[in-house]
Nanobody, 123 residues
Framework: QVQLVESGGGSVQAGGSLRLSCAAS????????MAWFRQAPGNQREGVAR????????TYADSVRGRFTISQDVPKNTVTLQMNGLKPEDTAIYYC????????????????WGQGTQVTVSS
């Protein structure tokens, strides 16, 4: 069974940090890429960061580059998004995704999705 389970969301003040984790089943983690997307109310789902599971190459959206870091723990089938310097505009539901991942920002490039975790940043 393919599963992606996110955890670590919450509320934080601007400038703070949060760490999101995505625990993947073996089937999901066998995908070429894992990524984080986010969706704010009234907005389309947008790519935040992607990691290639074999090799670890990473890609970031311009809006988060330098503040967010995506990483993986291969033995644990886990992908993490460390978010520092959070801004109110980072407020959204964050989703973990797995799939081919090319182009990295396209939701259709990912077959598997988690249920999402809420991140709220107050000013």
């Amino acid at each position: 069974q393919v599963q992606l389970v996110e955890s670590g969301g919450g509320s934080v003040q601007a400038g703070g940090s949060l760490r999101l984790s995505c625990a993947a089943s073996e089937a999901a983690y066998s995908s070429n890429a894992m990524a984080w997307f986010r969706q704010a109310p009234g907005n389309q789902r947008e790519g935040v960061a992607r990691i290639i599971t074999r090799g670890g190459a990473t890609t970031y959206a311009d809006s988060v580059r330098g503040r967010f870091t995506i990483s993986q723990d291969v033995p644990k089938n886990t992908v993490t998004l460390q978010m520092n310097g959070l801004k109110p505009e980072d407020t959204a539901i964050y989703y973990c995704a797995a799939g081919w991942g090319n182009p990295w920002w396209l939701t259709g490039a990912y077959h598997y999705w988690g249920q999402g975790t809420q991140v709220t940043v107050s000013s």
